[in-house]
């Protein structure tokens, strides 16, 4: 599989997720439920695509009386000098990016541990940094400045952020960025990041709220450490005004009913779509030709002239790039159906797969052009076969 198709189809997957999840499973209040949806549906975003496959093999529908017969891509190729960035140097410009900015915030943070003083408040480690920050805890280290609140305050800010190292919800974070630099060009990738903070700021709230003296204090801590705090560093506390008021509703809100665990459901027919839509195949097979015997293949198969590699040949000396999608840098496969009758000859050539106007053309003149096949035969008998025959082009720069 192209890195493209990787990469379109991955964002694919994040957009699904962050849409089904937005829409259906956010307004609930099943904390737990909402993080492992988000985490599977990240990893399944960007597992699912493996199951794309290009390579097509020959098959034998032994089930009707027309053989169908797929052949693995023929890449043609051409050669081009350019000084200007593919769409695939522009991704990984952007990629690249993402990672050094990610880089910067962890040396930041490492920085930051450096110069912090570590000590110990009710019996949890602490580090208080030698600047004004926003209390936030990453990996096992929090960081608070701990003579700046008073000590109902400070016990419920080291509630909050214990539920997040407890919880490891750096993981989830993490995660979370890797999200937007792998698809720093889809809008959904930066949504759904946030979906993944906020839920893990629920969870910390839900957590640390059992364990307070006063929910309601716990709200008006919230208030008072956002209004109080410095915004010049923040990473695993997220107190901007929106979001901390979301996260007031939702310490308000009451317990979903169990019933709503049905639109759940949607999951899992979700999924299925999205293997189909990366695992689709222009011709449905059903026997591989690994299963059947050299013999009966000689026999079975239609032929081009002497090998496959002949028919591999005659595309490629053939086949030419066409000037405009040369000019436009345009790459990808076109999959191209005929009909070998009885007597060998190509009929009706049909593009099942195309890519441009000028490249589905070009194809449909070069298969135009094949001599006569040797036919496939059944039981010793002539008969027609469905031949597909996808073909690459690329341009070698």
Not at 31 to 48: C, D, K
Request: net charge neutral; with cysteine.
């Amino acid at each position: 599989m192209d890195s493209i198709t990787y990469i379109l189809l991955s964002q694919l997957g994040i957009a699904v997720l962050y849409l089904l999840y937005k829409l259906l499973l956010s307004g609930d209040t099943f904390l737990r439920a909402h993080r492992i949806i988000l985490l599977g549906g990240v990893l399944f975003a960007y597992l699912y695509p493996l199951a794309y496959s290009p390579n097509l093999h020959a098959h034998i529908n032994t089930l009707s009386g027309r053989y169908n017969v797929e052949l693995p891509a023929i890449e043609v190729s051409a050669d081009v000098l350019s000084s200007s960035f593919t769409l695939f140097e522009i991704y990984l410009c952007g990629v690249a990016v993402g990672l050094l900015l990610f880089l910067v915030r962890l040396l930041s943070i490492i920085y930051l541990r450096m110069r912090s003083t570590g000590l110990y408040v009710e019996g949890v480690k602490v580090y208080d940094p030698a600047i004004d920050v926003m209390p936030f805890s990453f990996g096992s280290a929090i960081f608070v400045n701990v003579k700046k609140y008073e000590a109902a305050m400070l016990r419920d800010i080291l509630l909050h952020e214990c539920a997040h190292v407890s919880r490891l919800h750096t993981v989830d974070l993490v995660l979370g960025e890797l999200v937007v630099i792998l698809g720093w060009f889809n809008p959904l990738a930066w949504l759904l990041r946030r979906e993944i903070r906020l839920v893990l700021e629920f969870l910390a709230d839900a957590r640390a709220v059992v364990r307070t003296a006063s929910a309601k204090d716990y709200q008006y801590h919230l208030l008072h450490a956002a209004q109080q705090s410095s915004r010049f560093f923040q990473w695993g506390a997220y107190f901007n005004d929106k979001m901390l008021s979301q996260r007031i509703r939702k310490l308000n809100q009451r317990d979903s009913h169990l019933a709503r665990r049905c639109c759940y459901l949607i999951l899992l027919p979700a999924s299925l779509f999205m293997l189909c839509v990366a695992y689709a195949r222009p011709v449905t097979t059903t026997q591989p030709l690994a299963a059947v015997s050299e013999n009966s293949v000689d026999k079975a198969l239609p032929q081009f002239l002497h090998s496959d590699a002949d028919l591999m040949n005659f595309i490629v000396q053939n086949l030419v790039y066409p000037e405009q999608a040369l000019k436009d840098k345009v790459e990808g496969r076109v999959i191209v159906q005929f009909v070998i009758d009885i007597d060998g000859n190509v009929q009706s050539p049909t593009i099942l797969r195309g890519l441009t106007p000028e490249c589905d053309a070009e194809v449909l003149r070069v298969v135009g052009l094949m001599p006569r096949w040797i036919p496939a035969q059944q039981d010793g008998v002539a008969v027609e076969s469905n031949f597909v025959l996808p073909i690459m082009f690329k341009i070698n720069e």
